[in-house]
């Protein structure tokens, strides 16, 4: 098949990070502005239309309901989505409260049309336990997924390396290389360590780890059809 053009991909960004304890607020409303920031300007150009759900238009309705209006759009061949939610071993945070993965998978799929869900590609979670969810990913429809191994603390360096990499046409696996391979992330993930065990919480320190892994297709790029790598 061609190759999919700009005008054919359309991008589902989520942006919710609600603080936990006060002294964290800054750092994540900074992460949540960078997540949109990044994507506006390295992405830009790189798709049809970057539809965004931040703080509390990010829910799971909203994300459900933005898949199927992306995916039922005229002359769209490509969906991906950019989600930027904290998340446990099985579940996001959402503006709405904790939600199962695979409770959204199921939404998706009776909200999108199946000729819909053959236009869902990629997933770029920086959840915390994103690995967990990849199997998830995948059954809602799209090919290929990424996460995180453990807690996710270098958002604020990796989002716009993988970013960046994914607009110049590189694959979801180079993504991923080319993230972990940042060297600032293991910094990152050394200060989070010491953060949470000078906090008193020791079983967080024990789980910081940003190394992110790719589920389904790697191959895949940003102008990879979908459709093409679905059973006849």
């Known amino acids: 098949m061609d190759p999919v053009q700009a005008d054919g991909r359309m991008l589902v960004q989520l942006v919710t990070l609600p603080p936990g304890r006060p002294a964290e607020r800054s750092l994540y409303r900074a992460v949540e502005w960078g997540a949109d920031w990044w994507a506006r ?68 799929q009776a909200a999108v049309e199946e000729s819909g869900r053959y236009r869902l590609r990629a997933v770029f979670s920086t959840a915390c336990h994103g690995a967990n969810h990849l199997e998830a990913w995948l059954r809602t429809g799209f090919v290929v997924a990424t996460g995180a191994r453990g807690i ?25 290389t080319s993230s972990n391979d940042d060297p600032t992330q293991h910094v990152q993930d050394w200060l989070a360590g010491r953060y949470y065990s000078w906090t008193g919480r020791p079983s967080e320190a024990a789980r910081v780890d940003s190394t992110r892994v790719v589920g389904g297709a790697g191959a895949v790029t940003v102008q990879t059809d979908p459709a093409s790598l679905r059973l006849p």
Request: proline letters at 3%; a negative charge.
């Open 41 to 108: 300007v390295l992405l830009r150009g790189a798709y049809r239309q970057r539809m965004l759900l931040r703080g509390e238009s990010a829910t799971v309705s909203t994300l459900v309901a933005a898949l199927a209006e992306a995916t039922a759009g005229p002359g769209v061949r490509a969906v991906d989505l950019a989600i930027h939610p904290h998340g446990t071993t099985e579940r996001l945070v959402l503006a709405d409260g904790l939600v199962d993965v695979g409770d959204i998978a199921g939404q998706v």
């Open 152 to 176: 996710y603390a270098d958002g604020a360096t990796s989002v716009p390396v993988m970013f960046r990499t994914w607009a110049a046409g590189r694959s979801a696996e180079q993504c991923v």
